[in-house]
């Protein structure tokens, strides 16, 4: 199985900067099927990018995936209040897919 | 709109069955490009995919889980159900449904709002 480790476990930042996660692959993720989720307290994830890069529907044009092979980054250009949440990668490429640990992102 | 809700005991005894219920409404159960999936968190911890199924039956597994993992559909209820067996304290989780995008293995694109299910005695 494909174990997906995200950095930083934390990133502490404030509104209007960049923030930039990192989830690096055990190994290749087959056709970079891989998507990003944010999830806010008592909510379930909601997905923001899938297939490395694409916006899911309704996504702001601030937050950008990109990436290939075993390292990928989903990066928020300039964050908003509402941005402030944990968000977790997955790859679906191979079975089964799994999900990183997951990244929180939190007001400094 | 679709939505998902998922429904069932919130407290289950050890080393008994888990069972839980998605409803789905607001949109196709039955299309041809998409599977319902569960999908677990325990408290505090990351997410972890139980298992898939299609409209028609066609079921996918976590390894992991396999051996104590059912999952089904009912098309004519729009509904799809999960059955644990042989639950203990590490099965104490939020378990979700959501729908599965192209594939047994895609991406999930929406989600039920998550149903608190803890092992215990």
């Known amino acids: 199985e494909i174990v997906l480790t995200q950095s930083p476990g934390t990133l502490s930042l404030s509104p209007g900067e960049r923030a930039t996660l990192s989830c690096r692959a055990s190994?290749?993720?087959?056709?970079?099927?891989l998507a990003w989720y944010q999830q806010k307290p008592g909510q379930a994830p909601r997905l923001l990018i899938y297939?490395?890069?694409i916006r899911a529907t309704g996504i702001p044009d601030r937050f950008t995936g990109s990436g290939s092979g075993t390292d990928f980054t989903l990066t928020i250009s300039r964050l908003e209040p509402e941005d402030f949440a944990v968000y977790y990668c997955q790859q679906y490429g191979s079975s089964p897919q799994t999900f990183g640990q997951g990244t929180k992102v939190e007001i400094k | 709109q679709l939505q998902l809700q998922e429904s069932g005991p919130g407290l289950v005894k050890p080393s008994e069955t888990l069972s839980l219920t998605c409803t789905v409404s607001g949109g196709s159960f039955n299309s041809n490009t998409h599977y319902w999936a569960w999908i677990r968190q325990p408290p505090g911890k990351g997410l972890e995919w139980i298992g898939s199924v299609y409209y028609s039956g066609s079921t996918y597994y976590n390894p992991s889980l396999k051996s104590r993992v059912t999952i089904s559909a009912d098309e004519s209820k729009k509904q799809f159900s999960l059955q644990m067996t042989s639950v203990t304290a590490a099965d104490s989780a939020v378990y979700y449904c959501a729908r599965s995008v192209w594939s047994w293995s895609g991406c999930f694109d929406h989600w039920g709002q998550g149903s608190l299910v803890t092992a215990s005695s």
């Open positions: 190994q290749s993720v087959s056709n970079n099927y």
């Open positions: 297939n490395t890069s």
